[in-house]
C-alpha cells in the first residue's frame, strides 16, 4: 500500500509561485502527489515550473480551492503549521508526534491534510481551528523564521519517515498520541463536523447563549472540544441531531430564535 497516495499538502493563500513550486517539489520528492491551493494570489505554471522542474503532470493536477472546507471535505484528520504560539487551547505536538498520528489514519485508507499558511502571516486562526492538532517546528528562537517551501519539506520528509516505519512493522505510537478511533464507524469528515459546528453557533445564538459582541472564543473553545474527542459519524449525527433539535422545538413554541 502506498501510503503517501492518502497524504495532503494544503496550501493558503500562497502568494508566491516560487514557493508554490519549492512546496511541489517537497512534496514529490517525498511522494506526495495532492498539493491543493487555496485561493492562491497567482499560480502560474510557467512560474512555478522554475523551482519544480520537470513536474508538468504534478502542476496540471494541482487541485485549486476557493475556500479551506472544500480544500479539507475528504479529510478526517489535518493538522496546521505555525511558527508562533497562540492563546487558544489548542493541542500543539512536535512534527514527529503529528507524523505518526497521520500515518496512523492513513494505514486505515483515509485522507490526511497539512496545511500551510501564506508567508507573511501564517495560518489564520480560522484555519487551525479545523486543525485536529497544532504542529510548530522547533527552531532556533534568536531565528526562527523559516520558509514556505522548507516547512513542507520538513514536515513531509516527517511523514514519509513514519510512512516507511509502518511499512516496515515497526510504527509504534508515543505516549503523548491521543486515543485514535476504536469504533465500528468511521471517523466523522471535516466537512461534517464544519456543518455540526454552523448549527451549534445557530443554537446557541438562538438560545441567547452569547453575550458578549463577539463569540469567538466560545466557538473556538466549542471546536477544540469536539475536535480532541475526534467523534466518529454517529456521533457526529447524534450532536448534529441535538443542535438542530433545539431550535426545531424553539420554533415549536411559537418563538422565532
Known amino acids: 500500500m502506498n501510503l503517501m497516495k492518502h497524504v495532503s499538502v494544503v496550501l493558503v493563500e500562497p502568494q508566491d509561485d516560487i514557493n508554490i513550486g519549492n512546496a511541489l517539489r517537497a512534496s514529490k520528492n517525498f511522494g506526495v502527489e495532492d ?13 512555478i515550473l522554475i523551482s519544480a522542474p520537470r513536474a508538468d503532470e504534478s502542476v496540471a493536477r494541482l487541485g485549486r480551492f476557493e475556500s479551506l472546507d472544500e480544500a479539507l471535505k475528504d479529510s478526517v484528520m489535518t493538522v496546521g503549521l505555525t511558527a508562533r504560539a497562540r492563546s487558544a487551547n489548542w493541542r500543539v505536538v512536535d512534527p514527529e508526534q503529528a507524523a505518526i498520528e497521520l500515518i496512523d489514519e492513513v494505514q486505515k485508507g483515509r485522507r490526511v491534510s497539512m496545511i500551510f499558511g501564506r ?3 501564517g495560518l489564520p486562526n ?17 531565528y526562527s523564521s523559516i520558509n514556505l517551501g522548507q516547512a513542507v519539506l520538513l514536515m513531509v520528509w516527517e511523514v514519509a519517515r513514519a510512512a516507511r516505519k509502518a511499512e516496515a512493522g515497526a510504527l509504534e505510537a508515543t505516549p503523548a498520541a491521543p486515543q485514535l478511533w476504536h469504533s465500528e464507524f468511521e471517523p466523522a469528515p471535516l466537512a461534517g463536523l464544519t456543518r455540526m459546528f454552523e448549527q451549534a453557533e445557530e443554537t446557541l445564538r438562538a438560545v441567547e ?6 463569540n469567538d472564543h466560545i466557538m473556538r473553545s466549542l471546536r477544540s ?5 475526534r467523534l466518529d459519524t454517529r456521533e457526529l449525527a447524534i450532536w448534529h441531531g441535538i443542535f438542530k433539535e433545539v431550535v426545531a422545538y424553539i420554533r415549536r413554541k411559537g418563538i422565532e430564535p
Open 35 to 47: 498539493l491543493r491551493l487555496v485561493n492562491p494570489a497567482h499560480a502560474d505554471p510557467r512560474r
Open 126 to 142: 480560522s484555519a487551525l481551528d479545523r486543525c485536529q492538532a497544532v504542529v510548530t517546528i522547533p527552531t532556533n528562537p534568536e
Open 119 to 121: 508567508e507573511d502571516s
Open 225 to 229: 472540544m469536539f475536535l480532541r474527542a
Open 209 to 214: 447563549f452569547f453575550k458578549a459582541s463577539s
